[in-house]
């Protein structure tokens, strides 16, 4: 990738709209769970600033379609929170190709992964998905992060989500076996009685 | 008449009993998995709980969301007077069961 430059850009772009997607889905949501207007714009800078951190470690330097995409999507982004702080933090987005903050390689920051708890989302019970994220988010930045490093925290991380999920699918896994074991055996026996 | 409670919810309960009310989610789990010393699924402490609250031994709020949770609430679960009542029996029967079998169980262990 490091040898081509173009398919590093548009690397970094896609990278850069899928963590706008990321962030308005978050932010529709915020709007449902903090009816107060000022908890929900400091929760959303908290957000901004940590996709800028993300941006400023994941985009290419000086890459002008990353660039032009933020100001596509961010500007009416910003008209649309109409708060000056705000403003000032997408403005500070928008200068993302010139970020310092790039480290060289490596793990680049310390939230945990989303992905994983996209899967927890999809997979847990409806009624307390969020309460279980939080505390499986909640301890590994408390507790797991801060005494294993980053790699052995987003491990855990990965291995945690995965047993929740376990735990939840399978009895439905063993029942499916089950069920498909069965209907084979009645397929055969049927196909062996209809032969005589 | 007092309900049947499993070994899981003696637990929960004992562990409820021991935080105090308004204890989350993630201090129960930490506390069964510290004095069990064995990994607990965060989901089962919570499956249990519903279960729990569905029978009246527990009542439980939502608490509010911080950053440091990804926006997520925290729950909060508390210990009702039935709960402690049917934990108290449960707990009477274990021990009127294993008493004279001190050396026994302790063999075996």
Request: aromatic share 10%.
């Given at each position: 990738?490091?040898?081509?430059?173009?398919?590093?850009?548009?690397?970094?772009?896609?990278?850069?709209?899928?963590?706008l997607?990321?962030?308005?889905?978050?932010?529709?949501?915020?709007?449902?769970?903090?009816?107060?207007?000022?908890?929900?714009?400091?929760?959303?800078?908290?957000?901004?600033?940590?996709?800028?951190?993300?941006l400023?470690?994941?985009?290419?330097?000086?890459?002008?379609?990353?660039?032009?995409?933020?100001?596509?999507?961010?500007?009416?982004?910003?008209?649309?929170?109409?708060?000056?702080?705000?403003?000032?933090?997408?403005?500070?987005?928008?200068?993302?190709?010139?970020?310092?903050?790039?480290?060289?390689?490596?793990?680049?920051?310390?939230?945990?992964?989303?992905?994983p708890?996209?899967?927890?989302?999809?997979?847990?019970?409806?009624?307390?998905?969020?309460?279980?994220?939080?505390?499986?988010?909640?301890?590994?930045?408390?507790?797991?992060?801060?005494?294993?490093?980053l790699?052995?925290?987003?491990?855990?991380?990965?291995?945690?989500?995965?047993?929740?999920?376990?735990?939840?699918?399978?009895?439905?896994?063993?029942?499916?076996?089950?069920?498909?074991?069965?209907?084979?055996?009645?397929?055969?026996?049927?196909?062996?009685f209809?032969?005589? | 008449?007092?309900?049947?409670?499993?070994?899981?919810?003696?637990l929960?309960?004992?562990?409820?009993?021991?935080?105090?009310?308004?204890?989350?989610?993630?201090?129960?789990?930490?506390?069964?998995?510290?004095?069990?010393?064995?990994?607990?699924?965060?989901?089962?402490?919570?499956?249990?709980?519903?279960?729990?609250?569905?029978?009246?031994?527990?009542?439980?709020?939502?608490?509010?969301?911080?950053?440091?949770?990804?926006?997520?609430?925290?729950?909060?679960?508390?210990?009702?007077?039935?709960?402690?009542?049917?934990?108290?029996?449960?707990?009477?029967e274990?021990?009127?069961?294993?008493?004279?079998?001190?050396?026994?169980?302790?063999?075996?262990?």
């Amino acid at each position: 990738v490091t040898t081509f430059p173009r398919m590093r850009a548009a690397l970094g772009a896609l990278t850069f709209v899928w963590r706008l997607v990321e962030f308005a889905v978050d932010a529709t949501d915020q709007r449902r769970r903090f009816p107060d207007e000022a908890a929900r714009i400091t929760y959303i800078e908290y957000e901004l600033r940590r996709l800028h951190d993300r941006l400023g470690a994941s985009a290419p330097r000086n890459d002008r379609v990353v660039r032009g995409l933020g100001a596509l999507l961010l500007v009416p982004g910003g008209i649309y929170f109409r708060g000056r702080r705000l403003a000032r933090l997408i403005s500070r987005l928008l200068t993302i190709g010139d970020s310092e903050r790039r480290p060289k390689r490596g793990l680049r920051h310390g939230r945990p992964p989303k992905w994983p708890q996209f899967l927890l989302a999809v997979f847990l019970p409806r009624k307390n998905w969020q309460a279980e994220v939080g505390d499986i988010v909640e301890q590994y930045e408390e507790k797991v992060l801060p005494k294993f490093g980053l790699r052995a925290a987003r491990i855990w991380f990965y291995k945690r989500c995965f047993e929740e999920i376990w735990f939840v699918v399978r009895w439905r896994v063993v029942r499916l076996v089950t069920l498909v074991w069965a209907l084979e055996w009645v397929r055969e026996l049927w196909t062996r009685f209809a032969n005589r | 008449m007092t309900e049947d409670l499993g070994q899981f919810e003696q637990l929960c309960l004992m562990a409820l009993m021991r935080l105090g009310p308004d204890a989350n989610g993630r201090e129960l789990w930490e506390e069964i998995e510290k004095r069990t010393e064995r990994e607990v699924p965060v989901t089962q402490v919570y499956v249990t709980m519903d279960r729990l609250e569905k029978k009246g031994f527990v009542r439980s709020a939502m608490g509010e969301a911080t950053a440091k949770r990804g926006g997520k609430p925290k729950k909060l679960f508390s210990i009702t007077a039935p709960g402690e009542r049917t934990l108290s029996a449960r707990w009477g029967e274990m021990r009127a069961m294993a008493s004279g079998l001190g050396l026994a169980l302790g063999a075996r262990t």
